[in-house]
C-alpha cells in the first residue's frame, strides 16, 4: 500500500478531535470509509476548513502515518446543501450518511454503497419540497436493502396473505396482517409512498443502524 492516497469522497461528518484537530469521516469512492485528521482545522483561517463541512463530495489526498491517516489535501467537487432553507431536506442527507457511517467498516470497499449514496444525496439535492418524504423513503429503502435489511411491504411477513396488511413490524421485518399477533412493538402501516422512510427508519432503528 502506498503512503498516500487519492480519491473522490462524500465527508459522512466531521467532529473535533485532540486539541485543534478535526477527524473527518469519509465514504471514498474506491477505498470504502475512511477515518482522516486535519491537523489545526479549526482555525478560521484554515484553507481546508470549508472543505471539510458533511455532504459534500470533495477531491482528497490523506497521508497514512502510525497513527491513521492526515487530511493532505481537500477541494470540494460539489457541495449537496442548497441555500433554500428547506432543514428538512438537510436532515434527510444527514440521515442518509449517519446509516452508511454506522452500517460499515473502515476501508472495506464498497463502490456500490458510494454510488447509492450519492445518487441518493443527488435526489434529494434536486427533489422538489413537496416530493422530499417519497425520495427520502426510496433512498433509505436502497441502502436498507444494500445492508441486507430490506423491508417486506407487499405481503404478511408471517402468512404471506396479501389483504388486511394493517400494521408494521420492525422485529419481523414487514407488514402483518390483521390475523397476527405480535408481542413486540408494531405500528400502523398503510401503503404510501410518503410514509416508507417511517417504515424502513423504524426497521433499521430495530436493527441498530439507525
Ligand atoms: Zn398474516
Not at 55 to 78: D, E
Not at 86 to 99: D, N, Q
Not at 170 to 198: F, N, Q, R, S, W
Request: with cysteine.
Amino acid at each position: 500500500m502506498s503512503a498516500t492516497l487519492t480519491d473522490y469522497a462524500i465527508v459522512l461528518s466531521r467532529e473535533a478531535w485532540r486539541e485543534a484537530d478535526k477527524r473527518v469521516v469519509f465514504f471514498t469512492q474506491h477505498h470504502g470509509k475512511i477515518d482522516g485528521i486535519a491537523i489545526g482545522a479549526h482555525k478560521i483561517r484554515s484553507k481546508l476548513a470549508g472543505h471539510l463541512e458533511p455532504l459534500r463530495i470533495a477531491q482528497v489526498m490523506l497521508a497514512k502515518g502510525k497513527q491513521g491517516y492526515k487530511i493532505a489535501q481537500c477541494v470540494t467537487h460539489h457541495n449537496f446543501i442548497r441555500t433554500d432553507a428547506v432543514l428538512e431536506r438537510t436532515k434527510m442527507m444527514g440521515a442518509l450518511v449517519r446509516l452508511a457511517r454506522r452500517a460499515t467498516e473502515n476501508e472495506h470497499k464498497d463502490e456500490e454503497l458510494y454510488s447509492l449514496l450519492s445518487g441518493g444525496l443527488s435526489n434529494l439535492e434536486s427533489a422538489a419540497a413537496q416530493e422530499l418524504p417519497r425520495v427520502y423513503g426510496n433512498c433509505l429503502l436502497d441502502l436498507a436493502h444494500h445492508f441486507g435489511y430490506a423491508p417486506m411491504l407487499g405481503q404478511c411477513v408471517a402468512c404471506g396473505d396479501e389483504q388486511n396488511l394493517l400494521r408494521f413490524s420492525p422485529h419481523l421485518g414487514g407488514v402483518i396482517c390483521a390475523k397476527e399477533v405480535v408481542l413486540e412493538k408494531t405500528m400502523p402501516y398503510k401503503a404510501d409512498d410518503a410514509l416508507l422512510h417511517t417504515y424502513v427508519g423504524a426497521l433499521l432503528t430495530w436493527r441498530g443502524l439507525f
